[in-house]
């Protein structure tokens, strides 16, 4: 499809689809510039509206600036990212609560018996999962909607980050994310998309 026939179809002006989409980039290096705590919750109040299974909301996002809770963490971390996660200003480790049903009497009241109907927490533990990491797409596109750039890594120990800062038992770790300011030579250069031909089929 053109640019042109874009730029007409899409509700939003130019400027926000590059921000979002296509001039954004993971970030491998980003500037001293702190995020702070109002820009986390101008995000999550922005992003929060996006849809989850039975309005569930299972993401829980646990935020490291420390340079204690880094130590905490770098042990767990690929060695390919362990040096720009303990540089970025921002690091938050992204979760699913396996137990979010029990907020669901709240959250999803029209329908009060939805907390009974995930009991089992093997299949309670796969929707959370599955929404959470819903809610992380959510999120990273949020972060740029404020002008700041994120660096998502699953290159981690999954199982030693949940043991280290979950130890409850109720929260998986599923991602972490690097935010802030992009540094120098913070991009890497785009590689290939898929054309929409190649994704899409109409039946």
């Keep these: 499809m053109s640019e042109l026939a874009v730029r007409e ?4 002006d130019r400027a926000a689809q590059d921000l979002l989409f296509r001039a954004a980039r993971t ?7 702190p995020v702070t705590d109002a820009q986390v919750a101008a995000i999550h109040d922005l992003i929060r509206y996006g849809p989850t299974a039975y309005n569930g909301q299972p993401l829980r996002v646990l935020l490291l600036r420390s340079g204690a809770a880094r130590a905490r963490l770098l042990p767990y971390v690929s060695s390919g990212n362990r ?38 927490r093997a299949a309670r533990a796969e929707q959370a999962r599955f929404n ?22 699953a290159g981690f120990d999954a199982v030693g980050v949940t043991r ?12 972490l994310m690097n935010v802030g300011h992009p540094g120098p030579d913070a991009w890497r250069e785009r590689l290939p998309r898929l054309d929409a031909t190649e994704v899409i089929r109409t039946l």
């Excluded at 179809?9 to 939003?12: G, N, P, Q, Y």
């Excluded at 970030?27 to 510039?33: L, M």
């Design 9 to 12: 179809l899409l509700a939003l």
């Design 27 to 33: 970030a491998d290096t980003f500037t001293d510039e």
């Design 83 to 120: 040096a720009k996660t303990a540089t970025a200003p921002l690091v938050a480790v992204l979760a699913a609560d396996v137990d979010f049903h029990e907020r669901l009497p709240e959250l999803y009241p029209h329908r009060p018996q939805a907390r009974d109907w995930l009991a089992d």
């Design 132 to 153: 959470a990491a819903l809610q992380i797409g959510y999120l990273l596109v949020g972060v740029r909607a404020a002008g700041l750039a994120a660096g998502p890594m």
């Design 164 to 175: 280290e800062f979950f130890p409850d038992g109720r929260h998986e770790a599923l991602l």
